[in-house]
T-cell receptor
Framework: KAGVTQTPRYLIKTRGQQVTLSCSPI?????VSWYQQTPGQGLQFLFE???????NKGNFPGRFSGRQFSNSRSEMNVSTLELGDSALYLC??????????FGPGTRLTVL | DAKTTQPNSMESNEEEPVHLPCNHS???????IHWYRQLPSQGPEYVIH???SNVNNRMASLAIAEDRKSSTLILHRATLRDAAVYYC???????????FGQGTTLQVKP
């Protein structure tokens, strides 16, 4: 089976812009979770989607949003980018919530 | 949300066992204990998980204290490929919400 894929792998944006990141889960997985990883804060949970519904949400401002499509693919959007949003954004998919399979991440740089 | 506490770093010699400790004193009854590891420039990789009983798989063993306030990941014979950041994580109930700690950077010496 193909693993979790994330596109794009690298992205450079400027403050105030918005960005959309994409995640394709492993075939058959219905749960997709998003995480932000920074050197200072480590890995932080953003949100989880299951069957197109947001099941859990972390402590991030409303500028961070996501959605899941009927084929389980997921997107996350960050509006009005700030310098502090520079991070590695990781997506993970799961079949049963016990084991999450992470993608390689999207490295976002905000200038 | 309950948090975990791990040592920042540990060292081990190749082919020797490694015991990576984790404290989670505020764990709730429905929180699962998971361990993931992250190699440089990669996303985290699942290692093992448990709820109350000790667990073994081909990668490692997980020893959970009776009061569930601490656990230990055991790598039976460390190899150079085991050098990574190891995260002790609490998973909230039957969901995909993982609460990561700061992790332990494991260095394996040849």
């Amino acid at each position: 089976k193909a693993g979790v894929t994330q596109t794009p792998r690298y992205l450079i944006k400027t403050r105030g812009q918005q960005v959309t990141l994409s995640c394709s889960p492993i075939s058959g997985h219905r749960s997709v979770s998003w995480y932000q990883q920074t050197p200072g804060q480590g890995l932080q949970f953003l949100f989880e989607y299951f069957s197109e519904t947001q099941r859990n949400k972390g402590n991030f401002p409303g500028r961070f949003s996501g959605r899941q499509f009927s084929n389980s693919r997921s997107e996350m959007n960050v509006s009005t980018l700030e310098l502090g949003d520079s991070a590695l954004y990781l997506c993970a998919s799961s079949l049963d919530s016990y084991t999450q399979y992470f993608g390689p991440g999207t490295r976002l740089t905000v200038l | 949300d309950a948090k975990t506490t791990q040592p920042n770093s540990m060292e081990s010699n190749e082919e020797e066992p490694v015991h990576l400790p984790c404290n989670h004193s505020t764990i709730s009854g429905t929180d699962y204990i998971h361990w993931y590891r992250q190699l440089p420039s990669q996303g985290p990789e699942y290692v093992i998980h448990g709820l109350t009983s000790n667990v073994n798989n081909r990668m490692a063993s997980l020893a959970i204290a009776e009061d569930r306030k601490s656990s230990t990941l055991i790598l039976h014979r460390a190899t150079l490929r085991d050098a990574a950041v190891y995260y002790c994580i609490l998973r909230v109930g039957n969901t995909g919400k993982l609460i990561f700690g700061q992790g332990t950077t494991l260095q394996v010496k040849p």
